[in-house]
């Protein structure tokens, strides 16, 4: 079973994805004609001026913020110091370019998820990828596939990854059981995840503004501190990428070594193209009223995590010069911390670990219960029995790593990622005449306005009361 399920892995995660991702990210860049450069601030007006609350599903902020949740998770602290340890500073410069042409696969992703979504029996919106490869493409059986993907990894074993996480850093830190750190991780996420995904929104909508803009301000005054050498670091980046400058001493360099490992750094970390913020993107009521509005709130999301997060923990790292070739993963980033902070630093690492864990636990179970619902078991017994078995992985992540169940949850999501990447470049005519759609009613001067009879032939599945009947009157 090992041997299966590495080799499967092996395939995916070093040829498949790495080169399906990375050209689905150029293919919608380049049809699309770059909306992540030319409409970036779109972005930011469809974030900003959506109204604070919404009855029947949650506002673009929340949706975001929930993606985010999941995004920026422990990987953004480990993920980076590993990529730059393998790959030198250039893998970071590879991070970049992955992120921002992912951007438009992230756009593509959740604007499908929004077009296809649909309306449970409590009235509430949901959505994702299962729905859109069901309803767009007729094949329910592979949504079906998607979906218990999606349960198994993100829902179940990914949530017990975060809690080893915080497990081991409270541990660390301040020597508190891991069994008791499992109990009251699980006690502090039940008390979230019962009340749905519209409790999970709301605490999002607060915590992750607060962990990120904590995390960030941290390095923006180290970066203010030592800014005389900030110039020269974005340099090394750059330059160590395109092959101009040798890597530093004490770290593995050279050209193919910093492209391979920030390529793969950076799609394990923005997840765009892999499925996963599309189940919250579809949640939200899109303001404006067209499906594009969402897609562009989420490749936003992918800027957030990758261009600022994962920038500023390379930038710490660096500007530490504690790199070494020796150590990585968390203990490279908490032993940077600690020359910037003192020993301040290792309760700084292990307080970010567990909002960046603990907000990661929510948002991946908020994916798993959205499919959930595609599976039609949407009832009280079903999600109920989701989340006490969701909770019973955190408890039992805090308590041990086991590889091969962990393993089997990247072949999971790497099967997820293949079947979306499938879907959306079968569906990318409908995304063209979204945006098409979308920013030519913008350049006429008014606001974007989805009507479903202007689609004729592109929207079988599409629910006509959705986009219809509950449109905002003009």
Not at 31 to 52: C, D, K, N
Not at 247 to 267: C, E, Q, S, T
Not at 363 to 371: I, K, R, T
Request: overall charge neutral; some cysteine.
């Amino acid at each position: 079973m090992d041997f299966f399920v590495d080799g499967l892995n092996g395939i995916l995660w070093n040829y498949v994805l790495v080169y399906g991702l990375l050209g689905a990210g150029l293919y919608f860049t380049i049809r699309l004609g770059a909306p992540q450069f030319r409409h970036f601030g779109e972005m930011l007006r469809v974030i900003t001026a959506a109204p604070s609350t919404d009855k029947r599903g949650i506002t673009p902020f929340q949706a975001l913020t929930v993606s985010l949740a999941s995004r920026v998770g422990t990987g953004n602290l480990a993920g980076v110091a590993v990529a730059l340890t393998l790959g030198g500073p250039g893998a970071i410069f590879w991070m970049w370019m992955v992120a921002l042409v992912g951007m438009a696969t992230a756009y593509s992703e959740s604007t499908l998820a929004q077009l296809y979504k649909v309306t449970t029996k409590n009235g509430d919106f949901r959505g994702g990828p299962a729905f859109y490869i069901s309803k767009g493409l007729n094949a329910p059986w592979a949504g079906a596939l998607f979906s218990v993907c999606l349960i198994l990894s993100f829902g179940l074993i990914f949530v017990a990854v975060q809690s080893n996480s915080i497990a081991e850093a409270l541990n660390g830190a301040f020597g508190i059981e891991k069994l008791w750190v499992g109990v009251a991780v699980a006690a502090g996420a039940a008390i979230v995840i019962f009340g749905g995904i519209k409790a999970i929104a709301r605490v999002a909508e607060i915590l992750v503004p607060f962990m990120a803009g904590g995390y960030l301000l941290i390095a923006v005054i180290v970066m203010v501190l030592n800014i005389t050498e900030v110039p020269g670091l974005l340099w090394l980046i750059v330059s160590s990428a395109l092959g101009l400058q040798e890597a530093a001493g004490g770290v593995a360099g050279g050209v193919m070594a910093a492209m391979l490992n920030g390529i793969k750094r950076g799609l394990f970390s923005n997840e765009a193209g892999m499925g996963s913020a599309p189940n919250i993107a579809a949640v939200a009521t899109p303001s404006p009223h067209h499906p594009s509005s969402q897609g562009l709130v989420q490749a936003f999301g992918c800027f957030v995590d990758t261009i600022l997060v994962c920038t500023a923990t390379a930038l710490l790292i660096l500007l530490s010069g504690v790199i070494d070739g020796e150590i990585t993963g968390m203990q490279l980033t908490q032993n940077a911390l600690d020359v910037h902070l003192g020993p301040v630093g290792t309760y700084f690492i292990a307080i970010a670990i567990i909002f960046f864990a603990f907000t990661s636990i929510l948002g991946n179970y908020s994916y798993a219960e959205n499919a959930m619902v595609f599976l039609g078991l949407e009832g009280k017994a079903a999600i109920t029995a989701l989340r006490a078995a969701c909770l019973a992985m955190v408890v039992w992540g805090a308590l041990q790593t086991v590889t091969t169940v962990f393993n089997f949850a990247d072949a999971a999501m790497g099967l997820m990622a293949v079947i979306n990447l499938t879907a959306i470049l079968l569906l990318s005519g409908t995304v063209y005449r979204l945006t098409k759609d979308y920013f030519a009613q913008r350049k006429a001067g008014q606001e974007p306005t989805f009507v479903l009879e202007d689609f004729e032939g592109a929207t079988k599945g599409v629910s006509s009361k959705i986009w219809n009947e509950d449109a905002p009157s003009t």
